[in-house]
């Protein structure tokens, strides 16, 4: 591994687009975009993408600065693109603060992206509380003491603080934390992105006014 000198020398040297990348023809792609995710989504399955339900969240507090982390997608309606955290994390204080976002979804093995900007929501306690009892069980360990982004003073009390929530969920399974929130986005643009080997992208947006809008698409510049 070259040192800070050749760091620039050494991402240059690096494949981009190495292929063999997927194909896309837009004049074919439905009205909806959503069936286009749904689509693209099942092909990145079976081209073996690891991990292809792991999205990018994008989100900006009341100051406006931005943050950005590696989630995974845990449904997808007519209603949006659903994830979970507690409401007391950071970006459970940021879309309080300034409920819209961004994801992006990054298909590298066929060179693909999908981006999506709109306003999130916070779904209902009932449905909250079913997402929480449906996740594995370490997924509720990790959730139930619920202190995301908090000061740490050692890895020890992670392990000691986790071993507490598992006994508390043995003894109890349906237990709920009072903070566990599931967001969903509802987006006013998703634009997929299918990379070309000389750079000429392809890229396809779809944009409405409002959630309740009709659907415009167009093409973008590369």
């Given at each position: 591994?070259?040192?800070?000198?050749?760091?620039?020398?050494l991402?240059?040297?690096?494949?981009?687009?190495?292929?063999?990348?997927?194909?896309?023809?837009?004049?074919?792609a439905p009205?909806?975009?959503?069936?286009?995710?749904?689509?693209w989504?099942?092909e990145a399955?079976?081209?073996g993408?690891?991990e292809?339900?792991?999205?990018?969240?994008?989100?900006?507090?009341?100051d406006?600065?931005?943050?950005?982390?590696?989630?995974?997608?845990?449904?997808?309606t007519?209603?949006?693109?659903?994830?979970?955290?507690?409401?007391?994390?950071?970006?459970?204080r940021?879309?309080?603060d300034n409920?819209?976002?961004?994801l992006?979804?990054f298909?590298?093995?066929?060179?693909?992206?999908?981006?999506?900007?709109g306003?999130?929501?916070?779904a209902?306690?009932?449905?909250?509380?079913?997402?929480?009892t449906?996740?594995?069980?370490?997924?509720?360990?990790?959730?139930?003491?619920?202190?995301?982004?908090?000061?740490?003073?050692?890895?020890?009390?992670?392990h000691?603080t986790?071993?507490?929530?598992?006994?508390?969920?043995?003894a109890d399974?349906g237990?709920?934390?009072?903070?566990?929130?599931?967001?969903?986005?509802?987006?006013t643009?998703?634009e997929?992105?299918?990379?070309?080997?000389?750079?000429?992208?392809?890229?396809?947006?779809y944009?409405?006014?409002?959630?309740?809008a009709?659907?415009?698409?167009?093409l973008?510049?590369?």
């Open positions: 591994m070259a040192g800070r000198d050749g760091i620039r020398d991402l240059r040297g690096l494949r981009v687009f190495a292929g063999p990348l997927a194909s896309f023809d837009p004049s074919a009205d909806d975009p959503v069936d286009l995710f749904v689509a989504l099942g399955i079976e081209a993408v690891p292809p339900h792991a999205m990018t969240l994008a989100t900006a507090g009341a406006g600065a931005p943050s950005a982390r590696v989630l995974i997608l845990r449904d997808l007519d209603e949006g693109w659903s994830f979970a955290t507690t409401t007391t994390s950071t970006k459970g940021e879309l309080a409920p819209r976002a961004a992006l979804f298909w590298g093995l066929q060179g693909r992206q999908v981006r999506l900007r306003p999130v929501h916070l209902g306690a009932e449905e909250r509380a079913a997402d929480f449906a996740r594995p069980l370490e997924g509720r360990v990790a959730g139930l003491h619920g202190r995301q982004s908090q000061p740490l003073d050692s890895l020890e009390t992670v000691a986790a071993e507490e929530s598992r006994v508390r969920l043995e399974p237990l709920v934390p009072d903070d566990w929130g599931l967001y969903r986005l509802t987006p643009e998703v997929f992105w299918q990379a070309d080997p000389d750079r000429r992208h392809t890229r396809l947006r944009r409405r006014a409002d959630v309740s009709p659907w415009e698409r167009g973008l510049w590369p």
